[in-house]
């Protein structure tokens, strides 16, 4: 055991005093190797965290939303409605929502006003998400005026913002009360937005939802599952977000392995040509150059890594925000909660390393086998 | 110093702040669990439907809940106007 020992630290130093030779060539490989890394594991960890974040978070959501639709679009939906839900068993509680988007033309942002369920928002009074508050300069106690549906300007009061830890789903929220709603959007008495309900038996909820389709023909039904659905499909690497952050990693990956598996530098095979006319057998020329591969793909592995994880969850994912923003003004400023899946990572590593390693020994093999002189003279 | 033991010290140092890591990120998700309960709590609370990732437009900010052909509102074969259309796809439903 010793002796194999010995005799993969000197075929580890032998590998590294080669590296050593060609400076330039190996840090290059080793910059475009991390930075592949570095690409793919911030993806793999932004997305996990974001992935189980809105599970976590979207549990809380609407097990129905019930939204009228004409024509095929989404349209108000009449407060009658409520009633003609009526009793179905297993539904606990039906309430109408009311909110709405307002294109600020002042900062170019959307805002979402929401009439809040569980409390009263004192008329004249807003609170907004801190994007809002962030983007207007806004502190408790100022006035901010908008213009209304009828082209009135209407001037709010800042109540309260709304905290920074709710940035991730209230960045753009703006809590107003029921008659100002109603009066800012000119918005019908008579109508809701959509309307949720509340089921007690989870498993009764497909059952709910099949009744509600059959008594409001002109409705959709949303449930909560396919809410989460909807955001785990988006945080999925199939498609979506990562898709497009991914594609472009893999190819790199892909085209830079295929680099180093289509063959060797002359100088390379010279190399190898001298040190089987110097007595060394196949299998240590194997093993010098596995050991070359491994030192490359594990250092590129631990820094890419190492460089990933302090960009995702000490930067915010400074690098991926100009693509999640769009054109978008408002934008949550959140550090993502690090869920690190250890699969994942031993995933990452895996199609990471070996194939780089595996890569690197089929020109390697090919030349080692060959008689010395040949490999030397071609 | 051999250069082995170059390498394999910075090996072992690289391994453990790749444990640091995992721990930095277990005290970090303990430290959050008061924010993430926070959240959840106004999720519940205005009974929110959508994470405010994408802003920009309303089938972008609501995905769960936007009409299938928001992203074609214009004409059936309208070009998609905003960037984060491109990457959110549309609602998932349940089959």
Excluded at chain 1, 96 to 103: E, P, V
Excluded at chain 1, 185 to 210: G, H, K
Excluded at chain 1, 243 to 265: E, K, N, P, Q, Y
């Amino acid at each position: 055991m010793i002796h194999f020992i010995q005799r993969q630290r000197y075929l580890m130093d032998y590998s590294l005093a080669a590296m050593a030779r060609r400076p330039g060539k190996q840090a290059g490989l080793l910059a475009v190797y991390t930075a592949i890394v570095f690409l793919l594991a911030s993806v793999m960890l932004y997305t996990q965290s974001l992935r189980r974040e809105a599970a976590l978070l979207l549990a809380g959501a609407p097990e129905i939303v019930l939204q009228r639709l004409i024509a095929g679009r989404q349209d108000l939906i009449p407060v009658d409605y409520v009633a003609r839900i009526g009793r179905i068993r297993g539904v606990s509680r039906v309430r109408g929502r009311l909110w709405g988007y307002f294109y600020d033309p002042a900062v170019r942002a959307n805002y979402t006003l929401i009439v809040p369920p569980d409390r009263e928002i004192e008329p004249g009074t807003i609170e907004i998400g801190p994007g809002i508050a962030r983007t207007r300069g806004l502190a408790p106690g100022d006035i901010l005026g908008l213009r209304s549906a009828r082209g009135e300007p209407t001037a709010f009061r800042v109540a309260a913002l709304l905290p920074t830890e709710s940035e991730l789903v209230a960045t753009d929220l703006m809590l107003v009360s029921e008659r100002d709603f109603r009066a800012f959007f000119d918005f019908p008495a008579e109508r809701f937005t959509d309307i949720v309900l509340s089921v007690r038996n989870p498993r009764e909820v497909r059952n709910v939802a099949r009744k509600l389709s059959l008594r409001l023909p002109d409705t959709r039904v949303v449930l909560r599952e396919e809410i989460l659905r909807t955001y785990d499909a988006l945080f999925s690497w199939r498609q979506g977000l990562v898709f497009v952050l991914l594609a472009g990693a893999v190819l790199a990956f892909v085209i830079f392995a295929w680099d180093r598996a289509s063959g060797l530098s002359g100088e390379e095979r010279r190399e190898i040509g001298i040190l089987k006319a110097i007595g060394w057998e196949t299998g240590d020329v194997l093993r010098m150059k596995l050991w070359e591969g491994a030192i490359l793909s594990l250092s590129a592995f631990l820094l890419g890594y190492l460089a990933a994880y302090v960009h995702v969850f000490l930067l915010s994912a400074a690098l991926f925000e100009p693509v999640l923003k769009g054109w978008a003004v408002l934008y949550p400023a959140f550090n993502p909660v690090p869920f690190v899946d250890g699969l994942q990572v031993a995933t990452l590593f895996f199609f990471t390393v070996f194939p780089y390693m595996v890569a690197t020994m089929v020109p390697v093999w090919r030349a080692a086998v060959m008689d010395p002189d040949a490999v030397m003279r071609s | 110093m051999r250069r082995s033991d170059l390498f394999l010290s910075a090996m072992g140092v690289g391994s453990v702040l790749l444990l640091l890591s995992a721990l930095d990120a277990g005290v970090r998700a303990r430290d959050a669990a008061a924010d993430l309960a926070f959240r959840a709590g106004l999720v519940s609370a205005l009974g929110l439907t959508d994470l405010a990732l994408f802003t920009e437009a309303r089938y972008t900010r609501h995905p769960s809940l936007a009409d299938l052909a928001s992203p074609f509102q214009d004409h059936p074969m309208a070009l998609e106007h905003f960037p984060s259309g491109s990457i959110v796809p549309p609602r998932s439903p349940l089959r």
